[in-house]
């Protein structure tokens, strides 16, 4: 069983910066393919940014790119979001997901496609 926890979330306000983390246990963390999800009241799960196990490939859903930027650090089992020029559209809680992966360069962009998720932590941007 993996587990999974993220870190970081909070409130700011328009055009602040917050950095997540999501922390995942486990010998195996270069070989899992991890992603950020979010989801605002009322609206369903959307895809955030993915990443792949070697951390070569991403992808970022078009309401934040230039903004946001997905990283990792494999030797600290650690994935990272950095979130800039905030916005209220921003406002969700934020969840990382983990799922294993043949190839180290694969990304998810769907959620179905993860097997282990964080609690979810919240980001509040207020205008």
């Known amino acids: 069983q993996v587990q999974v926890v993220e870190s970081g979330g909070g409130s700011v306000q328009t055009g602040g910066s917050l950095r997540l983390s999501c922390a995942a246990s486990?010998?195996?963390?270069?070989?899992?393919?991890m992603g950020w999800f979010r989801q605002a009241p009322a609206k369903e799960r959307e895809v955030v940014a993915v990443?792949?196990?070697?951390?070569?490939?991403?992808v970022y859903a078009d309401s934040v790119k230039g903004r946001f930027t997905i990283s990792r650090d494999n030797a600290k089992s650690t994935m990272y979001l950095q979130m800039n020029s905030l916005e209220p559209e921003d406002t969700a809680v934020y969840y990382c997901?983990?799922?294993?992966?043949?190839?180290?360069?694969?990304?998810?962009?769907?959620?179905?496609?993860?097997?282990?998720w964080g609690q979810g932590t919240q980001v509040t941007v207020s205008s």
């Open positions: 997901a983990v799922r294993n992966a043949v190839s180290p360069t694969t990304v998810f962009t769907k959620s179905a496609l993860y097997d282990y």
């Open positions: 486990g010998r195996t963390f270069s070989r899992w393919a």
């Open positions: 990443i792949s196990g070697s951390g070569d490939n991403t």
